[in-house]
């Protein structure tokens, strides 16, 4: 199966704080066993205080997907004129940082614990007191396979796609955070909340239940698991009953040929699959097919050093080259718009859900103020390719989308709202705003231009005015 990873270039971080870029080096500190292996070797970080370098790094842009917990996170979230009132806010996250899912053939998997233990770095505050409420969640009410799986990550050594502690703390982080803005600040929900004024759906994965969880302790700190209700989503772009769309597979499978084309036009790239191959002594087509970035990306995330086997180690230099690929990847991407169209027919479901309930409270109901959608990166990335904000980067581990709906103090009747991108407001980022941003004082958008532009200008490109008619006009 074909695993579409888009890499997008930087958003604009006016109000970040300078980071901590790494420069890392792969140091061996003890002689590698008669196996080829040396279970102790470990990375040398050294760090240079500087802002966001100004080209394309591999290095920092792998940094930036770790989102490693560290300073306080600053945000945009919950910025309004005094005299606005925020009266719904829908959240959609990309789970935490997870254990790989697909592991390098004739290599050690990467050694993390995956057990939750409140001592070790990164921790949060709350973090035990989440694992003994999670442990009380029996009365929760949860749709089909969700009451099966596990309320937090528990195994000594990580099972495939399993959350970390590290994805556990993220959202943790999140929630604290979205609490002190929405729940502190604004009173969204009021001390006595029902269940109908939250609305939770989520994956059947661990973990994004586990993310979603998580996020929750920290929002709604111990929580009334009798109030819980989450409702499982099949599918990862959350088209729920209307999925059948020949045409979003089409343009997802001209995308898919697009990628494989300039991966082989790539003799760079084509040269490293070759050298790493014969480290682990395997066909490079082989390789190729465990998709090794994956299982790279956790020994980076986790300070662990690369594989290695007795005819060598996997580099740095082996990451980078294929880190580059992807931003080289994404360029292209941009400039096809084969993605672009596969992204506004495989969102429209979501968005449409989303534009409908915000509709609904506009028009006064009181029901599902709050809603978090736990997901994965296959979901956000084309969210964010179908509303127009081509300047976001991939989805990060516990990356989150953020919809907030204002009401006009001084003319009720109207309603705005605010997109925000991991704290960064898109909102004039996004292809139905752009133009607004112009002509109007206000630091928001009007809630019809959203309206407008999921239930007919998203058909537009397509020749067509439904989306059952996109997904099934053939291309021209």
Sequence with gaps: KNVILPYVPKVSWSCMVSVLYLSVHLIPVNPVREDGLNPKSRKRIMPDLLTEPPAIDPVYEAQVYCNIPSIAERSM????????????????????????????????????????????????????????????GSAAQMDGSLSSLPHFPSHSLCEMGELTQTGVVQHLR??????????????????????????????????????????????????????????HQWSTIFCSGSCDCPMRNHY??????RQYSLRVKNNNLEKIYVDM???????????????????????????????????????????????????EDERERQEKKLYFLYALLATHPLLNQTVNRLQRIAEGKKEEVFVLYSAHDVTLSPVLSALGITEARFPRF????????????????????????NGADVTFQTSFCKDHYKRSSKPMCPLEKLVNFVKRDMFLIFNSTSYYDACHRRAL
């Excluded at 909340?193 to 929750?216: F, H, I, M, P, V």
């Excluded at 997802?252 to 040929?257: F, K, T």
């Excluded at 002594?281 to 050093?305: E, K, M, Y």
């Excluded at 989150?400 to 009720?412: A, I, M, S, T």
Aim: with cysteine.
């Design 398 to 421: 516990a990356a989150r989308l953020v919809f907030e709906l204002w009401q006009d103090g001084k003319r009720p009747k109207e309603h705005f709202i605010r997109i925000l991108y």
């Design 174 to 231: 999140n929630g604290q955070l979205l609490r002190e803005i929405y729940i502190n600040k604004h009173k969204l929900l009021p001390g006595d909340w029902t269940a109908r004024q939250l609305y939770l759906e989520t994956t059947g994965k661990s973990r994004t239940l586990q993310s979603a969880l998580a996020l929750l302790y920290t929002f709604l700190p111990d929580f009334d698991w009798k109030k819980i209700n989450i409702r």
């Design 77 to 136: 979230e919950g910025h309004a004129p005094h005299y606005f009132k925020l009266v719904s806010v829908q959240v959609l996250i990309r789970h935490g940082d997870r254990y790989p899912l697909y592991a390098i053939p004739k290599t050690k998997r990467p050694d993390i614990d995956c057990m939750l233990v409140p001592s070790r770095k990164p921790s949060h505050p709350q973090l035990e007191a989440f694992i003994k409420h999670m442990s009380k």
């Design 277 to 327: 191959a014969k480290i682990v002594g395997i066909p490079t087509r082989q390789l190729r097919a465990s998709n090794p970035i994956d299982s790279l990306l956790c020994h980076f995330c986790h300070n662990v050093s690369f594989p290695c086997t007795k005819a060598g180690c996997i580099s740095m230099e082996h990451f980078k080259v294929i880190k580059r690929h992807q931003l």
């Design 252 to 257: 997802l499978e001209e995308e898919q040929r």
